[in-house]
């Protein structure tokens, strides 16, 4: 037992020895699923990301040397609570960034609270990290469910798709896009033909697929997320749904999902994004850049709002000369970001990064001209139209 | 190479008398005295998760190990008794103590409930029933309204410990942590050597014989699933507080997959198998996220080793080449 005290100790200053001490430096730790579902929408991309950012602002020119450290929380909140307490009580993490996965994050955003750092979050969904648990140093950058729901409920509405029947995953996530896209829909005009809730997580959704198609709705709303929402696309496109006039309106989506079902399964899907790369010459350039780090991929919106982020960070320690968490905070919110990937944008009151967002549709395979050629831009929405009103959040830093 | 010499140690230690050897009093000596210096050396919030897992999965050792009975559903108590102390100490405004009781009894209300049920099965399918509960209360726990789906309840304050402790700092909640689950291995221990203990390794090596022999043969089946599951319980609520969240993964089947694996690692029916095993595994995960997906490979890769070239496990192993049952 001797032995075992004194291994555990040698194994222990040997992890500790590996932790930086230096004062000025910057570190970044980028806390995210490296192994599980979403480890193509951020993982490893977000670590190039990150890095991406840190060279484009010229760190080592300015005199601020930084740091990103990564590692992998399953998409289980205890560990990534555990790995943010460690980060910031022993490893001198200065900020989080990324985090997909609600749970991980709202997890994460409690350390943060309670350690008083800097949280950039761009992976997760949950409109909380703005809302009733918003928190001084949290920054929600990319996306929500509130505004992909918002995004492809009116947009859609608007392109003359009226009538909308929800296909809903029978848990709270499910039911809040569900809640959030009625209120949407009805709110422009269209009606809720009905809406049937299958179990979470699903494998077989012919019964609920058949009732969505037989209850006559112009458009299917896929109120689920990650293998579930993949998995009824693909058998959407098994009964033949799309191509017989019903739209599929996927309300959580990214392009590495589209990049997985193929466009022959996925075409014709609308959706919501923050980000694609064919949008413009400075996007297109970025996503070069980034894909030959990645072994040909393009990026996520997650991994721009994470280079995004990061940028405007630093861009922020520049500015105020340190590292003091409430001149950084109050620096990032009253500056706009700008940055040639997601281009300009403000941080609200609440946390909320205000940018434009996009709807997109899929591409057939006859209109895509290669890889990774999948969306069709269908409209901008304005950042104003795309988030959720302030005073609707109930975040207590909202007076 | 010694095989003929220690083939039998394990019935040698069986019929030990009542009483406890002397090596064990001096390892839970040294293992005391560890846990007091460890948080000066060690992260105390990763000593905290290894202490919960410790002590759950020598909670699940005392049913599989010593009872002979495989549960596939223990997440179901672990997980539960977090959310029931989560909810506790956030809503009701408990304090952690109490916040803890009531997960535990939880617990063990469940673990009556489940085991009555289960313990009339044996083998794969006693594993399957217990499988199937978890699985529901997996689904309770995605539905009710007050575990809040897939966010878990989060924020949960740790509070103070009858009412003056204050348990926000890391190194104060880490010693009652530390009391908690060093009385919870304690407990086990006393279990293993009542003439409880002896009549359910009876039970596991020959129930026939321990039915003609005239006991009640479910009704120690049922205390022994019981007793686990409180402690697992536990372990749970303790958890919840420590990260101060309560989430799915607690209630997930893949969390009882993980407590089996901890025990199989560490050593099953040994005594201090499972605290090493998780703390193998605790370790791994946390020492090795940086490694991303190469963790659960590695983690496969452990086990595979495990049980090819030490089936009886790490502590079973030192067991053998040492001949003291540990």
Same mark, same amino acid.
């Given at each position: 037992?001797?032995l075992?005290? #004194?291994?555990?100790?040698?194994?222990?200053?040997?992890?500790?020895?590996?932790?930086?001490?230096?004062?000025?430096?910057?570190?970044?730790?980028?806390?995210?699923?490296?192994?599980?579902?979403?480890?193509?929408l951020s993982?490893?991309?977000?670590?190039?990301?990150?890095?991406m950012?840190?060279?484009?602002?010229?760190?080592?020119?300015?005199?601020?040397?930084?740091?990103?450290?990564?590692?992998?929380?399953?998409?289980?909140? &205890?560990?990534?609570?555990?790995?943010?307490?460690?980060?910031?009580?022993? &490893?001198?993490?200065?900020?989080?960034v990324?985090?997909?996965?609600?749970?991980?994050? #709202?997890?994460?955003?409690?350390?943060?609270?309670?350690?008083?750092?800097?949280?950039?979050?761009?992976?997760?969904?949950?409109?909380?990290?703005?809302?009733?648990?918003?928190?001084?140093?949290?920054?929600?950058?990319?996306?929500?469910?509130?505004?992909?729901?918002?995004?492809?409920?009116?947009?859609?509405?608007?392109?003359?798709?009226?009538?909308?029947?929800?296909?809903?995953?029978d848990?709270?996530?499910? $039911?809040?896009?569900?809640?959030?896209?009625?209120?949407?829909?009805?709110?422009?005009?269209?009606?809720?033909?009905?809406?049937?809730?299958?179990? @979470?997580?699903?494998?077989?959704?012919?019964?609920?697929?058949?009732?969505?198609?037989?209850s006559?709705?112009?458009?299917?709303?896929?109120?689920?997320?990650?293998?579930?929402t993949?998995?009824?696309?693909?058998?959407?496109?098994?009964?033949?749904?799309?191509?017989?006039?019903?739209?599929?309106?996927?309300?959580?989506?990214?392009?590495?999902?589209?990049?997985?079902?193929?466009?022959?399964?996925?075409q014709?899907?609308?959706?919501?994004?923050?980000?694609?790369?064919? #949008?413009?010459?400075?996007?297109?350039?970025?996503?070069?850049r @980034?894909?030959?780090?990645?072994?040909?991929?393009?990026?996520?919106?997650?991994?721009?709002?994470?280079?995004?982020?990061?940028? $405007?960070?630093?861009?922020?320690?520049?500015?105020?000369?340190?590292?003091?968490?409430?001149?950084?905070?109050?620096?990032?919110?009253?500056?706009?970001?700008?940055d040639?990937?997601?281009?300009?944008?403000?941080?609200?009151?609440?946390?909320?990064h205000? $940018? &434009?967002?996009?709807? @997109?549709?899929?591409?057939?395979?006859?209109?895509?001209?290669?890889?990774?050629?999948?969306?069709?831009? #269908?409209?901008?929405?304005?950042?104003?139209?795309?988030?959720?009103?302030l005073?609707?959040?109930?975040?207590?830093?909202?007076? | 190479?010694?095989?003929?010499?220690?083939?039998?140690?394990?019935? +040698? +230690?069986?019929?030990?008398?009542?009483?406890?050897?002397?090596?064990?009093?001096?390892?839970?000596?040294?293992?005391?005295?560890?846990?007091?210096?460890?948080?000066?050396?060690?992260?105390?919030?990763?000593?905290?998760?290894?202490?919960?897992?410790?002590?759950?999965?020598?909670?699940l050792?005392?049913?599989?190990g010593?009872?002979?009975?495989?549960?596939?559903?223990?997440?179901?108590?672990?997980?539960?008794?977090?959310? !029931?102390?989560?909810?506790?100490?956030?809503?009701?405004?408990l304090?952690?103590?109490? +916040?803890?009781?009531?997960?535990?009894?939880?617990?063990a209300?469940? =673990?009556?409930?489940?085991?009555?049920?289960?313990?009339?099965?044996?083998?794969?399918?006693?594993? %399957?029933?217990?499988?199937?509960?978890?699985?529901?209360?997996?689904?309770?726990? *995605?539905?009710?309204?007050?575990?809040g789906?897939?966010?878990?309840?989060?924020? !949960?304050?740790?509070?103070?410990?009858?009412?003056?402790?204050?348990?926000?700092?890391?190194?104060?909640?880490?010693?009652? !942590?530390?009391?908690?689950?060093?009385?919870?291995?304690?407990?086990?221990?006393?279990?293993?050597?009542?003439?409880? =203990?002896?009549?359910?390794?009876?039970?596991?090596?020959?129930?026939?014989?321990?039915?003609? *022999? =005239?006991?009640?043969?479910?009704?120690?089946?049922? +205390?022994?699933?019981?007793?686990?599951?409180?402690?697992?319980?536990?372990?749970?609520?303790?958890?919840?507080?420590?990260?101060?969240l309560?989430?799915?993964?607690?209630?997930?089947?893949?969390?009882?997959?993980?407590?089996?694996?901890?025990?199989l690692?560490? =050593? %099953?029916?040994?005594?201090?198998?499972?605290?090493?095993?998780a703390?193998?595994?605790?370790?791994?995960?946390?020492?090795?996220?940086?490694?991303?997906?190469?963790?659960?490979?590695?983690?496969?890769?452990?086990? !595979?080793?495990?049980?090819?070239?030490?089936?009886?496990?790490?502590?079973?192993?030192?067991?053998?080449?040492?001949?003291?049952?540990?």
């Amino acid at each position: 037992m001797k032995l075992k005290t #004194l291994a555990l100790a040698a194994l222990a200053t040997t992890l500790m020895a590996g932790s930086a001490m230096a004062q000025t430096a910057i570190k970044i730790g980028v806390l995210n699923d490296r192994s599980g579902t979403y480890a193509d929408l951020s993982g490893e991309g977000s670590v190039v990301a990150a890095r991406m950012a840190v060279e484009d602002f010229g760190a080592a020119d300015k005199g601020i040397d930084v740091e990103i450290v990564s590692a992998d929380h399953q998409n289980k909140p &205890d560990v990534a609570s555990n790995i943010a307490r460690q980060w910031y009580d022993q &490893d001198g993490v200065d900020v989080i960034v990324d985090v997909p996965t609600s749970s991980a994050a #709202l997890a994460v955003n409690e350390i943060n609270r309670e350690k008083g750092k800097i949280f950039l979050n761009s992976g997760a969904a949950s409109t909380d990290l703005t809302g009733t648990a918003c928190a001084p140093g949290t920054i929600h950058w990319t996306y929500d469910t509130y505004a992909l729901a918002n995004g492809t409920g009116k947009a859609m509405v608007d392109a003359g798709y009226k009538d909308w029947f929800f296909l809903t995953a029978d848990y709270a996530f499910g $039911h809040s896009l569900e809640e959030n896209t009625t209120k949407v829909v009805t709110e422009s005009g269209g009606t809720v033909v009905g809406s049937v809730r299958h179990p @979470f997580p699903g494998t077989d959704f012919s019964s609920f697929l058949l009732q969505a198609q037989s209850s006559g709705a112009d458009v299917i709303g896929l109120a689920n997320a990650g293998g579930d929402t993949v998995n009824s696309i693909k058998q959407a496109s098994e009964f033949g749904i799309t191509q017989s006039g019903q739209a599929l309106a996927g309300l959580l989506i990214f392009i590495t999902d589209v990049h997985a079902l193929g466009l022959e399964t996925a075409q014709g899907l609308v959706l919501t994004e923050a980000f694609y790369w064919d #949008l413009n010459d400075d996007t297109r350039a970025w996503s070069e850049r @980034f894909s030959a780090e990645m072994g040909g991929s393009k990026p996520t919106m997650v991994h721009a709002g994470v280079y995004s982020s990061v940028l $405007h960070y630093l861009n922020a320690v520049e500015a105020t000369g340190g590292k003091d968490t409430e001149a950084l905070m109050a620096w990032m919110k009253e500056n706009p970001s700008e940055d040639p990937v997601m281009g300009t944008g403000t941080v609200r009151a609440d946390g909320r990064h205000m $940018h &434009d967002m996009y709807l @997109f549709q899929v591409k057939t395979p006859a209109e895509s001209t290669g890889p990774w050629d999948y969306y069709k831009l #269908l409209a901008t929405i304005p950042a104003e139209e795309a988030f959720r009103p302030l005073e609707e959040g109930g975040c207590p830093l909202v007076e | 190479m010694t095989s003929d010499t220690q083939t039998h140690y394990e019935s +040698a +230690a069986e019929a030990l008398p009542i009483g406890t050897p002397r090596h064990h009093v001096v390892i839970f000596g040294v293992l005391l005295a560890f846990l007091i210096v460890a948080p000066l050396v060690l992260y105390p919030v990763f000593l905290m998760k290894v202490l919960c897992f410790a002590l759950f999965a020598s909670a699940l050792n005392l049913l599989l190990g010593f009872g002979g009975l495989l549960s596939f559903g223990h997440a179901a108590f672990f997980g539960s008794a977090s959310y !029931v102390s989560a909810h506790a100490a956030k809503v009701w405004g408990l304090t952690p103590e109490l +916040a803890i009781l009531a997960g535990t009894a939880a617990a063990a209300v469940l =673990g009556l409930v489940i085991g009555a049920l289960a313990i009339r099965r044996q083998g794969i399918y006693f594993a %399957m029933v217990t499988l199937a509960f978890a699985q529901m209360v997996f689904f309770f726990a *995605l539905q009710a309204p007050f575990t809040g789906g897939e966010d878990g309840i989060q924020a !949960v304050p740790r509070g103070h410990l009858f009412g003056l402790l204050n348990l926000a700092s890391d190194m104060t909640l880490y010693f009652v !942590v530390v009391a908690i689950v060093f009385g919870g291995l304690l407990a086990i221990y006393r279990i293993i050597h009542s003439p409880f =203990g002896q009549v359910l390794k009876a039970i596991r090596d020959n129930e026939p014989r321990a039915v003609s *022999l =005239g006991y009640k043969v479910n009704r120690y089946k049922l +205390a022994v699933f019981v007793m686990s599951a409180t402690l697992a319980g536990l372990a749970g609520a303790t958890k919840a507080l420590v990260f101060q969240l309560a989430s799915l993964t607690d209630v997930y089947w893949t969390m009882s997959g993980e407590v089996v694996l901890m025990t199989l690692i560490g =050593g %099953m029916g040994t005594i201090f198998g499972p605290l090493v095993g998780a703390t193998v595994i605790v370790a791994m995960q946390n020492y090795f996220a940086g490694l991303g997906a190469w963790v659960t490979i590695l983690q496969g890769i452990i086990f !595979v080793v495990s049980v090819l070239l030490f089936r009886e496990g790490i502590v079973g192993v030192v067991a053998r080449w040492i001949k003291k049952p540990l």
